[in-house]
C-alpha cells in the first residue's frame, strides 16, 4: 500500500517573507493514525494542503508511493488516491445523504446502481441508519453529518485519509465515536489517517504525533499503543 513521504519540503506564500513549512521531512505509513498538532499560524493546515497535492511545494518533493506529486495528474491523484474530511463537514446540502455518497463514485465511472449498493454498505458502517439515507444533510447532527462525510470519503476506494480539525464542530461524546471510527479505518483496514487537530483528546490516540512550531516539524512521538 502507498506511503506519502516529504523530503526537506518548504512552502513559502507568494509576497510572504517567511516560509509557512520549514524543511519539513517526515513519512506518513498505511496502517497508522497520525496527529499533526501545533498552535494557530505553525503550518498545520499548509502541509495538509500540500499532502493533498493543493499546493506544491517551493524547496523539496512530496512522493506519494514513490511519485512525485509534480509529475502526478493532481486531479486525478485527489479523486482517487486521497480523501479530505474538513470540519464544516462539506456536504451537498441539496443532495440527500445517500446521494451525497454516491457522488464521487458516479464521478469515478462507477454504474449508479452499484454506487448506491456501496454507499448504503458505508453509511451503515459508520452508523448511518437506513432510515436516514434520504434525509437532507441539514436533517442531521454534526456527528452525523460528519460520519457521512467520512463514508463519502471512502467511497471512491482512497487508502489515505486526510482530516483537518474533523472533531472541531462537534461535542465530547460525537469526537469519541468520529476518532473510533478514524482508528478503525487505519487500524483495521490498513488506510493512512492524518489528522490536523487542535484536540489533545483526539491527538492522545493517535499512534504517531507531530508538532509544529514556526513552520517546522519540532517533534515525533512513536509506539504511543
Known amino acids: 500500500m502507498s506511503s506519502i513521504m516529504l523530503s526537506h519540503v518548504?512552502?513559502?506564500?507568494?509576497?510572504?517573507?517567511?516560509?509557512?513549512?520549514?524543511?519539513?521531512?517526515?513519512?506518513?505509513?498505511?496502517?497508522?493514525?497520525?496527529?499533526?498538532?501545533?498552535?494557530?499560524?505553525?503550518?498545520?493546515?499548509?502541509?495538509?494542503s500540500m499532502l493533498a497535492g493543493l499546493d506544491l511545494p517551493t524547496e523539496g518533493e512530496v512522493t506519494f508511493d514513490g511519485r512525485n506529486l509534480n509529475d502526478l495528474d493532481l486531479d486525478r491523484y485527489r479523486r482517487e488516491s486521497i480523501a479530505m474530511i474538513f470540519q464544516a463537514f462539506q456536504l451537498f446540502p441539496l443532495l440527500t445523504v445517500l446521494e451525497n455518497v454516491c457522488y464521487p463514485m458516479e464521478l469515478c465511472g462507477v454504474k449508479p446502481a452499484d454506487a448506491r449498493e456501496r454507499a448504503k454498505i458505508l453509511l451503515e458502517r459508520v452508523g448511518i441508519?437506513?432510515?436516514?439515507?434520504?434525509?437532507?444533510?441539514?436533517?442531521?447532527?454534526?456527528g452525523e453529518q460528519q460520519r457521512v462525510a467520512i463514508a463519502r470519503?471512502?467511497?471512491?476506494?482512497?487508502?489515505?485519509?486526510?482530516?483537518?480539525?474533523?472533531?472541531?464542530?462537534?461535542?465530547?461524546?460525537?469526537?469519541?465515536?468520529?476518532m473510533e471510527i478514524l482508528q478503525g479505518l487505519s487500524h483495521?483496514?490498513?488506510?493512512?489517517?492524518?489528522?490536523?487537530?487542535?484536540?489533545?483528546?483526539?491527538?492522545?490516540?493517535?499512534?504517531?504525533?507531530?508538532?509544529?512550531?514556526?513552520?517546522?516539524l519540532m517533534v515525533q512521538q512513536t509506539d504511543k499503543n
Open 129 to 142: 441508519t437506513k432510515d436516514k439515507h434520504n434525509r437532507f444533510p441539514s436533517n442531521l447532527s454534526g
Open 10 to 48: 518548504s512552502y513559502t506564500y507568494r509576497g510572504a517573507q517567511t516560509a509557512a513549512v520549514k524543511g519539513a521531512s517526515c513519512t506518513f505509513e498505511p496502517g497508522l493514525l497520525y496527529a499533526v498538532v501545533g498552535p494557530s499560524g505553525s503550518g498545520k493546515s499548509t502541509l495538509l
Open 188 to 216: 483495521n483496514d490498513g488506510c493512512c489517517v492524518i489528522v490536523v487537530t487542535h484536540d489533545q483528546e483526539v491527538s492522545g490516540i493517535a499512534d504517531v504525533v507531530f508538532t509544529m512550531k514556526d513552520g517546522a
Open 153 to 178: 470519503s471512502l467511497s471512491a476506494g482512497a487508502k489515505t485519509l486526510l482530516a483537518d480539525e474533523p472533531t472541531g464542530n462537534l461535542d465530547v461524546a460525537n469526537t469519541e465515536k468520529i
